[in-house]
């Protein structure tokens, strides 16, 4: 954050907080690391502050191809490259490279934990395109929940958009995020994802704009979307309990004691390897379900 707001380079920051010179709501930050959020809490440095950042979040369109992480060693494109670089941003929750559509890109760290934290279950909705034709069983499966390595998930509503000899248009709806979920939950049923678009965020959808466009929400916008969090997490909906019950039983992670933090904390999520896909013509099906999908 320091380097964000100019005092130097990431080097020269570290160089003052070990002198002694950073100070985070009065108190010397004595610790190389520690996350502070600059909306909340006042940074000084040699004893004057840090300008606290305007919060802002833009509404963007992810094309296939870019990439939600800030940081990528390979130079391919970032969702944060489609939205203007006046301030220090970053994507909320993740859409992989090969899938599309809505994607909120924010300064706003609180925002961003109600969006994306399970407690709250702000709904995200999907067009997913699909091979083949799921049946009515499959579906249910999809409602009731698939098994996947760390935990059952399940969609919280699933229709079909529309049918055809080869593939299935279907409409999701999920209330939390895990890597590559919808993914590995249609896989795990022998339907393989051809298409993948993100339509909507709570009340908010895409609309009119295209690929690699965007719109900054309004003020109106950004305490509907707190709000709609805020009442979600009110109601505190249980969770399924571990699937894993060895690692349960254990306290959590291997080797970590019984009833400690560390003991609790579930086990790494492993990472799942994507591939390019190749996408259809703008005459398929998809297109067409995609344009009456995106007004929301």
Not at 212 to 238: C, F, H, T, V
Not at 278 to 286: E, I
Request: net charge positive; charged share 30%.
């Amino acid at each position: 954050m320091l380097a964000a707001a100019g005092i130097g380079s990431r080097r020269a920051c570290e160089e003052l907080i070990t002198a002694g010179r950073v100070e985070v709501d009065r108190e010397v930050a004595s610790t190389l690391g520690i996350r502070v959020d600059p909306l909340k809490q006042q940074i000084r440095v040699d004893g004057e502050p840090l300008p606290n950042p305007k919060r802002v979040v833009y509404l963007v369109y992810k094309p296939v191809g870019v990439v939600s992480t800030n940081y990528d060693p390979t130079g391919r494109p970032r969702v944060i490259d489609l939205v203007p670089p006046d301030q220090r941003l970053f994507p909320v929750g993740r859409l992989d490279r090969t899938s599309e559509g809505l994607i909120l890109v924010t300064n706003d760290g609180e925002l961003a934990n109600l969006l994306t934290h399970p407690r709250y279950g702000v709904e995200k909705r999907y067009l997913v395109q699909v091979a083949g034709v799921p049946n009515a069983e499959t579906l249910d499966q999809l409602r009731q929940g698939i098994a996947l390595s760390e935990a059952t998930v399940h969609a919280k509503r699933v229709t079909v958009r529309s049918q055809h000899k080869q593939s299935t248009v279907l409409e999701m709806v999920l209330d939390e995020g895990r890597n590559r979920e919808i993914r590995r939950m249609l896989a795990a049923l022998g339907h393989k994802v051809q298409q993948l678009k993100r339509i909507a965020v709570g009340e908010l959808s895409l609309g009119n704009l295209l690929p690699g466009q965007w719109r900054r929400l309004s003020w109106e916008d950004i305490e509907k979307l707190r709000r709609e969090a805020a009442a979600a997490g009110a109601n505190d909906r249980p969770r399924p309990a571990p699937q894993n019950r060895r690692l349960a039983q254990r306290g959590g992670r291997q080797g970590g004691p019984r009833g400690t933090s560390a003991g609790r904390r579930s086990a790494p999520q492993g990472r799942q390897p994507t591939t390019p896909r190749k996408r259809p013509g703008k005459a398929s099906t998809w297109r067409k379900a995609g344009r009456r999908g995106s007004s929301g």
